[in-house]
C-alpha cells in the first residue's frame, strides 16, 4: 500500500517537474520572442524617425538653398535697376518703371517714398507724369492691400472732409479716429490723436508694408486714395495688417518676444 502511494506522488511530482520545465521553456520562448519583437519594432521605429530626420534635412536645405538662391538674384536685380535708374536722368517714362520694378519686387524691404517724391519734384509742372507716377503708386499699394487682405488682414475706405472728426465704420476694428487738416497738392495731412495739434502727412506713395505704424496690438496704415484740394475733402483707406505680421523694422520687437519666452522656458 505504501508503494502505491509513494508511486502516485512521485507520479504527480513528475508531472509537475514537467510543467515546471516547459513552463520555464516556453516563458524562455516568449521572452526571447519579445525580446526580438521589440528589438524589430524599436528598430523600426528608430528606422522610421531616421527617415523623417533625413527628409526634414533635405527640406530645411532645399528651402535654405532657394532662399539664398532668391536673395542673390533679387541683390543683382536691385543693383541692376538702381544703376539703370540713376543714369536714366532725362528719361521720365524709363525711370517711373524702374521705380514701379522695385517697388513690386521689394515690397517688404524698401522704404521708397523719399524717391517717389524728390521724382515729383524734378518733374516740375510735367502734369501728364506726374500723374502716371501717381498711378503707379497707387497700382503698388493697391498690390500689397490686396496681399495683406489675403493673408488675415483688413482694409476699410473712409471719406474724410476737413477739420471733421471721422469713426472708422465697423468693418475696421481699430480704436482711432481720424481728422483731415490739411488737403495740399502733393496729399494731405491728418491726426489720429485728437491730442496732436501736428498730425502726419500722407500722400500717394505710403506703401502699407513699409509706412505703418503701431498702437497696441494692431499695426495699421493709413493710405492716401484720392485728395480733392479744393473740395478740401479727401479718400483714404486704412489698412490694418494681420495679427502676427512682423516687418524688417519690427526686429528688435521680436527679438524681445524670443527673448522672454526663452526666459520663461528656463524659469519653468
Known sequence: MVNV?????????????????IGKSLAGVLVSAAIAFYGIYSGGNQFKIAEENRKA????????????????LKAKMFSTLMEYYLKKQDDPVTKRIILELIGLNFQ?????????????????????????LRKSAKNMARIEIDNIVGNGGSVCEIKLSLHQLTALDEECELPISLTLLEVNEVGIRIRTDENDEEGFNVNYYDMPLVDNTTLGDYTYSVVLSDAEQQAEKA??????????????????????????????????
Open 5 to 21: 502511494v509513494n508511486s502516485k506522488t512521485k507520479s504527480t511530482k513528475d508531472k509537475w517537474d514537467k510543467l515546471e520545465i
Open 57 to 72: 534635412q533635405i527640406i530645411v536645405q532645399t528651402m535654405g538653398n532657394r532662399e539664398a538662391a532668391s536673395a542673390d
Open 108 to 132: 517688404e524691404h524698401l522704404r521708397l517714398k523719399p524717391l517717389f517724391e524728390k521724382f515729383e519734384q524734378e518733374l516740375g509742372d510735367n502734369t501728364t507724369e506726374i500723374e502716371e
Open 235 to 268: 479718400t483714404v483707406k486704412v489698412v490694418i495688417l494681420p495679427e502676427h505680421f512682423y516687418s524688417a523694422r519690427h526686429g528688435l520687437n521680436f527679438d524681445q518676444i524670443i527673448g522672454d519666452w526663452m526666459a520663461s522656458e528656463i524659469n519653468n
